[in-house]
């Protein structure tokens, strides 16, 4: 079946810095990676979609200079928390799609900002 | 306004009960809708997903029903075990826009021994 590994699970960083996530999929090959934020209160929200050889789709309220993607690769993409504060914090979840258009998330790497 | 909404923020079921979990939805173009089981400190895993054209899927003890006219749907879990005491989310997406999940605030069963 399709899996999704993400590392760290966890992470804590000093406000004002910046931590590095990357995912991995594993038995399929994930054409596209949606990048979501889960928050404190389990909402979700969507940060942009990764696709193979094109641009990188933001959503509002989310930036390449506050988060740089990278998806080299079929199996690999990485999101990077540039000048993390409270505000940040959260599940950061990987959603790898399918060729059938499933969605298959990651364990997620949970953000804590000091 | 909340395009999927979950009817319930809990529910409570005793071992061996079938729980509903119940959503409904606004966005007449969304055409999968897939739940997701959340257990504390992991991610969202798929647990089974339907696409609009049909009215029922069943995997398992898991089992989805599903009403375009109505715009709702409905997860049933026969014989309920305190293993799958987690969060359950409802979700949707259209079209060639799969990516964009939009997910309800999620119900937390909870299955009593």
């Known amino acids: 079946g399709a899996l999704v590994y993400q590392y760290p699970r966890r992470t804590i960083c000093k406000s004002g810095t910046s931590m590095r996530m990357e995912c991995q999929a594993v038995?399929?090959?994930?054409?596209?990676v949606a990048w979501y934020r889960q928050s404190p209160q389990k909402t979700f929200e969507l940060i942009a979609l990764?696709?193979?050889?094109?641009?990188?789709?933001?959503e509002q309220n989310f930036t390449q200079e506050k988060f740089p993607i990278s998806h080299p690769n079929l199996s690999f993409s990485s999101m990077t928390v540039l000048n993390a504060y409270l505000e940040d914090r959260g599940l950061y979840l990987c959603?790898?799609?399918?060729?059938?258009?499933?969605?298959?998330f990651g364990a997620g790497t949970r953000l804590s900002v000091l | 306004q909340q395009q999927v909404r979950q009817s319930s923020q809990s529910l409570t079921v005793w071992e061996g009960e079938t729980a509903i979990l119940n959503c409904s939805y606004e966005?007449?173009?969304?055409?999968?809708f897939p739940w997701y089981q959340q257990f504390p400190g992991e991610g969202p895993a798929l647990l089974i997903a339907?696409?609009?054209?049909?009215d029922k899927k069943e995997d398992g003890r898991f089992t989805i029903f599903f009403n375009k006219r109505e715009k709702n749907l409905s997860l049933h879990i026969k014989d309920s075990q305190p293993g799958d005491s987690a969060t359950y989310f409802c979700?949707?997406?259209?079209?060639?826009?799969?990516?964009?999940?939009?997910f309800g605030k999620g119900t937390h069963l909870h299955v009593l021994p």
């Open positions: 990764s696709t193979v050889n094109s641009a990188i789709k933001y």
């Open positions: 959603g790898a799609l399918t060729g059938e258009n499933t969605l298959y």
């Open positions: 979700a949707a997406s259209a079209g060639t826009n799969a990516y964009k999940v939009i």
């Open positions: 038995g399929f090959q994930a054409t596209s």
């Open positions: 339907i696409r609009s054209v049909s």
């Open positions: 966005n007449s173009a969304f055409d999968y």
